[in-house]
């Protein structure tokens, strides 16, 4: 049920912060305590807004370390009423003020920044769920089963570990657990086991949403169905999810965990797509989890910093196969387990290889904890930040590469672009997934076709060079449209109305209008720059 919303205590507070900031002949916000006259100072709200320097600076930049955007404040809610409240008076002014809510920040290019705007600080209502952030509870008398009701500010790393507790998991991940529940549902929330179990967006029963008219509702596929499927890769355009119900299913409790190498790539793809194609979740021989990736002669080492697999004996050979090739292709697959199932596992993965067509001899295999599996990336980033290289410049861009492309996109970028650029300073990804795991009501956007691929650049650089990788991604995108691969962004990133509706094609005109209908005012999300642009 929504909280009730004292809104009208709030009204005078709001309407001073709000005339501080627009009326201010500097161009930069006053301090607000200053014209907060000390009977408006108790209320609580006026607490939770704030423009000191630090939350300003933390809100003004984010994980891409590209795009700086300054806001006018930020909200640390104790509540969802105070995230609803604080869209209410912005509905209700005159112009209004734009929203943006902040989980993680793990943007790249400023998509949750609110440039003289409001930033809700997702984080804070971490501080107020009194440990009931994450609900694991069992619904035995319907096809439910086991879920979790999960607040849309939860880090997935604490809905595993809640819901481990239980002998239970969600089964859609993506390969970075340290991003919250909404920010990820308003994308899509893909990795290895997309091709399998759909994403995230595909893995939720019901949400709790605070649209941008202020109204707290709550939906799912049998009510308020607009709305929800609206929201799930929303690109929180329409409302800003607080809570979601994310089905449960037995955790395993161990990984075999395989890499193989290839130095051709129709090799490579033709076992990626023969292994997603046996994704039955009782079927045997499908895998639970399928990633592939490049290696490069100038790029990581193969070790690299994601985790350390291939033998040190191998090492040699596999820099001998690089400088020949130039670009050799990995191949990562997992099978999860537990006790009573690691005989039939074993033989399976043998089973499995002996179909692929990797270069002989060059598969490594290891067995760990399936918590340290999907939890693999946290340690690469704790090195890294040790190592003053995590706050940096990301530059990424992540595609959709119609299957019946993918070789046009090796080709033309892999082993041209890419090779010729000699800019190789983090992963590149390439996995295939079903579209069929996918439900096209969702305002998520995938190529038309049964399956494509993921491909994400995922690069880090320095604060002064950064430059040369976007221009290398622009061409990339040039390459794309010039050959007329139908490629679509993953965490798109563009400029103009124009290129927004190339993204949506058909699905334009029901985001527009889901856009009236939800958010008429245009408060949310301003950072897309997809109705700001006008």
């Known amino acids: 049920m929504a909280d009730s919303v004292p809104i009208a205590t709030y ?50 930049t984010d994980f891409g370390n590209i795009v700086k955007e300054i806001p006018a404040a930020v909200l640390y809610p104790s509540s969802n009423n105070d995230i609803a409240s604080l869209i209410k008076f912005s509905h209700s002014s005159s112009p209004p003020f734009q929203i943006a809510a902040r989980g993680q920040g793990h943007s790249i290019s400023g998509q949750a920044m609110a440039r003289d705007g409001v930033v809700v600080n997702m984080k804070s209502l971490r501080n107020h769920r009194n440990g009931n952030g994450v609900k694991v509870s069992s619904a035995a008398s319907s096809s439910m089963g086991w879920y979790a009701d999960v607040g849309g500010e939860q880090l997935w790393a604490d809905v595993l570990n809640a819901t481990l507790e239980h002998g239970f998991a969600p089964v859609s991940w993506t390969d970075y657990l340290y991003l919250t529940v909404g920010g990820t549902l308003s994308n899509a929330g893909i990795s290895g086991q997309t091709f399998r179990y759909g994403p995230q967006i595909s893995n939720v029963y019901e949400m709790d949403v605070i649209t941008g008219k202020g109204d707290f509702v709550t ?16 690109l929180g355009q329409f409302g800003i999810i607080v809570r979601a119900r994310i089905p449960l299913e037995p ?18 793809t033709r076992d990626q797509e023969h292994l997603i194609s046996i994704n039955g979740r009782q079927q045997k021989n499908a895998v639970d989890y399928l990633e592939g990736s490049l290696l490069m002669s100038e790029g990581p080492h193969p070790n690299n910093w994601r985790s350390s697999f291939f033998s040190l004996s191998d090492h040699s050979k596999i820099i001998s196969l690089l400088t020949k090739y130039g670009i050799l292709y990995c191949l990562e697959v997992v099978k999860f387990y537990d006790d009573h199932t690691l005989a039939s596992m074993e033989m399976e993965v043998q089973v499995l290889l002996e179909e692929l067509s990797f270069i002989p001899g060059l598969v490594y295999e290891k067995d760990v904890l399936y918590v340290d599996f999907l939890n693999r990336v946290r340690s690469g980033e704790i090195k890294l930040q040790s190592q003053g290289l995590w706050d940096v410049p990301h530059p990424w861009l992540n595609l959709f590469v119609p299957k019946s492309r993918i070789s046009d996109f090796n080709y033309g970028v892999f082993n041209d672009i890419i090779l010729k650029r000699n800019i190789t300073t983090g992963p590149i990804l390439v996995y295939p997934m079903n579209r069929s795991k996918w439900d096209d009501r969702m305002s998520a956007i995938i190529p038309d076709e049964e399956v494509f691929y993921t491909i994400g650049f995922l690069h880090s650089s320095g604060f002064d060079d950064w430059g040369a990788i976007d221009v290398q991604n622009k061409a990339i995108l040039q390459f794309c449209y010039d050959s007329g691969i139908e490629v679509k962004q993953y965490l798109p990133n563009y400029k103009t109305r124009e290129e927004w509706k190339y993204h949506f094609g058909i699905k334009w005109r029901t985001f527009q209008e889901r856009k009236n209908q939800f958010d008429p005012k245009i408060i949310l999300s301003p950072g897309h720059r997809i109705f700001t642009n006008d």
Request: charged share 20%.
């Open 251 to 268: 955790a395993p409790k161990r990984v075999k965990w395989v890499r193989m190498l290839y130095n051709d790539f129709s090799a490579f």
């Open 219 to 234: 939906c799912s596929p049998e009510k308020n169905t607009e709305l929800f499927y609206a929201v799930l890769g929303g």
């Open 11 to 60: 009204v005078m507070v709001i309407f001073f912060i709000y005339v501080s900031h627009f009326m201010s002949t500097s161009g930069k916000p006053k301090s607000w305590t200053n014209l907060l006259s000390p009977k408006l100072q108790n209320i609580h709200l006026a607490d939770r807004l704030s423009d000191d320097p630090i939350a300003i600076k933390l809100a003004s």
